[in-house]
């Protein structure tokens, strides 16, 4: 999704401000530096910084959409390697789980139903709290 645009509606503002007081005198003065000609100018620098922050904001969509595609490639390429390590040597071999998958030999299955993850540690003691909020060990 691309990043949202800018629109300064600052800017819309001023530019209809510097219209309306281009009607009343294109040479206006008011002193300590606010002039037309010193209005206008400002105008066009947010204009310009406007537009190269837009600018900037697709080149870096554009940057995103392609690291995606490039990190899609890699994710592709990881799994190609995989399997083709699998089908060279066996998915139970020792390369296999050097390349980083899980060996079949070793992987564990679960019946349905069943967690497929067995723990070594002892069972703890299961409480059950009746209706009468007493603990039944």
């Given at each position: 999704?691309?990043?949202?645009?800018?629109?300064?509606?600052?800017?819309?503002?001023?530019?209809?401000?510097?219209?309306?007081?281009?009607?009343?005198?294109?040479?206006?003065?008011?002193?300590?530096?606010?002039?037309?000609?010193?209005?206008?100018?400002?105008?066009?620098?947010?204009?310009?910084?406007?537009?190269?922050?837009?600018?900037?904001?697709?080149?870096?969509?554009?940057?995103?959409?392609?690291?995606?595609?490039?990190?899609?490639?890699?994710?592709?390429?990881?799994?190609?390697?995989?399997?083709?390590?699998?089908?060279?040597?066996?998915?139970?071999?020792?390369?296999?789980?050097?390349?980083?998958?899980?060996?079949?030999?070793?992987?564990?299955?679960?019946?349905?139903?069943?967690?497929?993850?067995?723990?070594n540690q002892p069972t703890s003691i299961i409480a059950d709290v009746n209706g009468n909020g007493k603990v039944k060990v």
């Amino acid at each position: 999704m691309a990043r949202r645009k800018r629109t300064s509606q600052v800017l819309k503002k001023a530019v209809r401000r510097a219209a309306g007081i281009h009607s009343i005198d294109p040479n206006l003065d008011v002193g300590n530096g606010l002039s037309l000609y010193a209005y206008s100018n400002l105008i066009e620098t947010v204009r310009d910084r406007e537009n190269a922050y837009n600018s900037a904001l697709s080149a870096l969509d554009k940057m995103y959409r392609e690291m995606l595609e490039a990190e899609q490639q890699l994710a592709d390429m990881t799994e190609h390697i995989l399997m083709g390590i699998g089908a060279t040597y066996g998915k139970s071999s020792v390369e296999y789980g050097m390349a980083g998958g899980i060996p079949k030999n070793q992987r564990r299955k679960g019946l349905r139903g069943e967690s497929a993850i067995v723990s070594n540690q002892p069972t703890s003691i299961i409480a059950d709290v009746n209706g009468n909020g007493k603990v039944k060990v």
